[in-house]
């Protein structure tokens, strides 16, 4: 990303920490796994034809919302 002050993964991200149940250790890796995969997807995106933000915005999208992957985590 390129400091896009609308890219909407930090707080996203921030999200999820508040509403994930798990212990620490699984909190962590989840995150990690969640914002490698956020990222990559967003990367990905701009080749077919989308800004950086677009792109966040989507990937953002078709992830799921906070509440949604805490529950099925």
């Known amino acids: 990303m390129n400091g896009d002050t609308t890219d909407p993964i930090e707080p996203y991200l921030d999200e999820l920490l508040l ?3 798990l212990p620490p250790r699984d909190t ?3 995150m ?3 914002e490698a ?3 990559e997807s967003a990367a990905c995106l701009p080749e077919l034809g989308r800004s ?3 792109a966040a915005r989507e990937a953002v999208r078709r992830i799921g919302t906070p509440g949604e992957v805490a529950a099925a985590a």
């Open 32 to 34: 990690a796994e969640i």
């Open 52 to 54: 950086d933000s677009e």
């Open 28 to 30: 962590r890796r989840l």
């Open 37 to 39: 995969h956020l990222l």
């Open 19 to 21: 509403q994930i149940r």
